[in-house]
């Protein structure tokens, strides 16, 4: 490890900034560099630069709105910089109140960008500013989380100069604010790549060269030799367990030599040094000498094949789910109409707005604090203690809420690396990933072939079904293997079918690693569901919905794998209910239209115990801390805490702070499977009571718990296994225009069972349908033969910009859970999961082809262009 001088000083650069006249003396690739790492400036984000796609670090330059990451020092030397920092407290207020009140951001990563986009135009357009003009002039910029909706909705009330009042008050089915969110949209709340603290070093990763290959060498010596850098740590200097993961601990934190890599986001070095362009300068410099091998890309030939594309991992099937109930052949022989359709669905990048950011502190005491954005903290613990060979207890993880994450950030990506460096070289490291980094390394939804045999009587009542799934997996288990687990459990989608028989298989390859992507394999097999659904509609001559109405589960009747469903499935009628006088109005106005219904899990069930914790704590100041185990990632499970503790302890909410770090024992695992709403309210709850029970008193911590402990295996050998606590359901009805191909609105029903906030449940539904038209039509992240992406840009990705998103308009149906808190249903992933499927059949409508793959259009939500992709037989 090596010390070296950094060179000598560049010609400082001077510009007026918020006010006041700066200097900047270090290096730096462009302004935004300069405003966050040597100004503190941090309102502004860096979610891709250089790029330049996102808009996230939009600022002023002498009045205009400028991507910042896209100006040189040189430009900026002698001009007026302004940030949200600059501006008037009560004009920064006035924007903070708008977005708050109108749910206009969620994760809030983008959302200063946006507003300073807006005060620009605005401040040129005032009162005449559209929605439709600001809906083009925000194609600068990206956000994962809302759909766009209410930002449009919150650009509206400022152009015309209307005041908001950001409401925190109120318990359960309170229209309050979201937590936090008045700072969070003027970018004073902090993300982990804004932390600082003395002494901090930076570090950045070395990425493999080829999917798979032997690693013969790394050199580390010229990365060492290069300016400011401190160290370069490898596998050598791993002191515990090489391998991590969420259920198999397969994925290596760093490629050995005499390893093989695996995929292109093997990590096999991290250059530490003492600026963050000094570890990226240096991180190409660790030469690696490699022998390449034979990518195995393409998963049907992988299952057979007799190499294995993982290194020390035999075989290449990861695994494999099958069930089946009833005479199936039997049933499609005696079937009236039979359809036998083959469906592939694509590969998809998350797209969140924040790349994955780590910051690792030694303790006095010898251990650690971690600051993780990741989806489960307590996983995050344990697996970085076991990285570093010591007992769980020296780490500790605080979460920082994060930027999106829509389950790419389940697994680690760059913690435990980051963990590792701060443990050796006792000094604070912080690791963010650029775009590109983050693009190759974290987990991405998985593309499937889904193969369906389905039938109905003369009457249109479904028979039997047979359905045979394949989804790459990539090279690491990550939680592929309960993603084809849920893809074969929901193959049935909604419906009753009496003979059912269904197999998936995860395999395993050498393409990006596939995980939790919203959805979560329910939203791949309902897109087959639905579309062999809507050809037999056709065969029988029924009408979609006259179709779904009488295929619908009702209570008492089985799903997908045997399960006798409760009461609670009364919503997947009652959402079908709820849209038949718009879908009755659509098709009256001779609208090309579209009917999709979904169901999705809510919890992780499959006879997991599932137990969430919370503490209330009384201070004697009056303030109350919840703390409870989920991630907040923008879908407002800190507001969901908050309102329950308003609703059991009768206090006002501005006394409520919530607090998820592990000092406590209170883990339940990662913040998925639609769960943390459901699972944080029971929890808070509970304490909420014990603290009433126990006299609310001061500096004492009054636990709770909510346990889920009654599900069972969906391969438990038993008939009737109760696979999952909770479903949700939704209906969603696409509206397409007949001469210009444009989907003029959708209408999305949602059962929620309870709706704990009613504007952020809006806001949740408006952003799972932009995710899922752009899953529909535009999205996707393929890969070569050679297992290397070829769509490395935010915009090539396809996701659909503000004014390509036609008008959503949420409805939410409250028709309670069993045995559930307050009777709440999940509602993050269920948003997606009928949206493709509805896209799909109001293409039909319009002309008259079946679609088969995804995704089917041009990238745009209307007019939809190349309408003949994806064309079935």
């Avoid at 507003?115 to 990206?142: P, Q, Y």
């Avoid at 604090?369 to 990741?374: I, M, P, T």
């Avoid at 309870?754 to 995710?771: D, K, S």
Wanted: glycine share 12%; charged share 20%; hydrophobic share 40%.
């Amino acid at each position: 490890m090596v010390a070296i001088e950094t060179s000598e000083q560049a010609a400082p650069t001077r510009f007026r900034l918020n006010g006041r006249l700066v200097e900047v003396r270090d290096p730096h690739p462009h302004l935004l560099s300069a405003l966050r790492e040597e100004l503190g400036v941090t309102s502004p984000k860096d979610g891709c630069a250089p790029s330049g796609q996102c808009g996230c670090c939009t600022v002023l330059l002498d009045g205009k709105a400028q991507v910042a990451c896209l100006v040189s020092l040189d430009k900026a030397q002698g001009r007026t910089v302004t940030t949200l920092e600059g501006l008037d407290p009560a004009e920064r207020g006035r924007f903070a109140a708008a977005f708050a009140a109108t749910g206009a951001l969620q994760c809030g990563f983008c959302t200063p960008g946006i507003v300073v986009r807006l005060k620009a135009l605005i401040d040129k357009k005032g009162a005449d500013l559209t929605r439709e003009e600001a809906s083009r002039h925000l194609g600068a910029h990206l956000c994962r989380c809302t759909g766009y909706t209410k930002i449009l909705d919150a650009a509206e009330l400022l152009a015309r100069g209307g005041s908001a009042v950001a409401e925190e008050r109120g318990g359960i089915g309170a229209r309050a604010v979201k937590y936090e969110s008045l700072g969070r949209a003027v970018g004073e709340d902090r993300y982990v790549d804004d932390l600082r603290v003395p002494g901090m070093l930076h570090a950045a990763v070395r990425l493999a060269d080829h999917a798979r290959a032997e690693v013969l060498s790394i050199d580390t010596a010229p990365a060492l030799g290069a300016p400011g850098v401190v160290a370069v740590l490898t596998a050598a200097d791993v002191p515990g367990q090489l391998r991590v993961g969420i259920i198999e601990r397969d994925w290596p934190v760093f490629v050995p030599v005499g390893g093989r890599t695996s995929y292109l986001g093997d990590v096999l070095a991290l250059v530490v040094a003492e600026s963050r362009e000094a570890a990226r300068a240096a991180a190409p410099l660790v030469a690696v000498r490699y022998r390449p091998l034979r990518p195995l890309c393409d998963p049907l030939e992988a299952i057979g094949d007799a190499e294995d594309a993982v290194w020390q991992l035999p075989g290449n099937v990861l695994s494999r789910t099958a069930y089946r109930r009833g005479d199936v052949e039997a049933a499609l022989s005696g079937s009236s109409h039979v359809v036998h359709e083959v469906f592939e669905t694509q590969r998809v990048e998350h797209a969140f707005l924040e790349p994955e950011s780590t910051l690792a502190v030694p303790t006095p005491e010898g251990g650690l604090r971690v600051y993780s954005g990741g989806q489960g903290v307590w996983d995050d613990r344990d697996q970085i203690a076991s990285v570093l060979g010591i007992p769980s207890d020296r780490v500790v993880v605080d979460q920082v809420s994060n930027g999106g994450a829509f389950g790419g950030k389940e697994d680690m990506s760059n913690q435990a690396q980051t963990a590792l460096a701060a443990f050796l070289l006792r000094r604070p490291v912080k690791c963010t990933f650029s775009r590109e980094e983050s693009l190759l390394v974290h987990p991405k939804r998985h593309p499937m072939r889904l193969e369906y045999h389905a039938g109905c009587d003369a009457a249109g009542r479904l028979t039997g079904l047979r359905a045979r799934i394949v989804g790459d997996s990539g090279p690491y288990a990550s939680v592929g293997m309960k993603v084809l687990e849920r893809a074969a459990g929901h193959a049935c989608g909604p419906y009753a079918i009496p003979a059912v028989d269904v197999e998936a298989v995860a395999v395993r390859t050498n393409n990006p690693v596939c995980g939790a992507f919203r959805g979560f394999g329910s939203n791949q097999a309902q897109f087959a569901m639905e579309g062999v659904l809507d050809r037999l509609a056709e065969l029988a001559g029924l009408s979609p919905y006259e179709m779904r109405r009488q295929n619908v589960l009702t209570p008492g009747a089985l799903f997908g794998p045997g399960q006798v469903m409760d009461e609670g499935c009364g919503g997947a009628l009652a959402c079908l209910e709820a849209i038949k006088p718009r879908y009755d109005e659509a098709v009256a106005a001779g609208k090309a239209v579209g009917l999709g219904l979904g169901i999705k899990n809510s919890g992780l069930g499959n006879g997991v115990v599932e137990v969430a914790r919370a503490v209330v704590r009384f201070s004697g100041s009056g303030e109350v801390e919840v703390r409870h185990c989920w991630t907040e990632m923008g879908q407002g499970v800190h507001t969901v805490a908050r309102q329950v503790a308003v609703e059991e302890l009768g206090i006002d909410a501005s006394r409520v702070r919530v607090v998820v770090d592990t000092t406590r024992e209170l883990g339940a695992g990662q913040t998925t499977g639609s769960r943390g709403t459901m699972m944080a309210a029971g929890a808070v709850a509970d304490a909420c009571r014990a603290a009433l029970a126990g006299g609310c008193r001061p500096e004492v911590d009054y636990l709770g718990e909510h346990r889920v402990d009654w599900t069972s295996s969906i391969d438990a050998g038993v008939a009737h296994p109760v696979v999952h606590s909770a479903f949700s359901y939704a209906a969603q009805l696409v509206v397409m225009d007949r001469l210009s191909g444009a989907i003029d609105k959708v209408v999305a029903v949602h059962d929620v069972g309870r709706a704990v906030n009613p504007l952020l449940c809006e806001g949740q539904v408006q952003g799972a349908v932009h995710m899922g038209l752009g899953y529909a039509l535009s999205e996707e992240f393929p890969a070569d033969p050679e297992g290397r992406p070829s769509h490395m840009t935010l915009r090539s990705l396809g996701i659909l910009r503000p004014k390509d998103v036609p008008p959503i308009e949420p409805v939410l149906v409250e028709v309670p859970q069993p045995r559930s808190p307050y009777g709440i249903k999940g509602m993050g992933e269920i948003g997606l999961v009928p949206t493709a499927g509805a896209v799909a059949a109001a293409l039909h409508d319009l002309d008259g082809r079946w679609r088969t793959t995804l995704p089917m259009g041009s990238g745009r939500a209307g007019p939809v262009e190349g309408a003949s992709q994806g064309e079935g037989s």
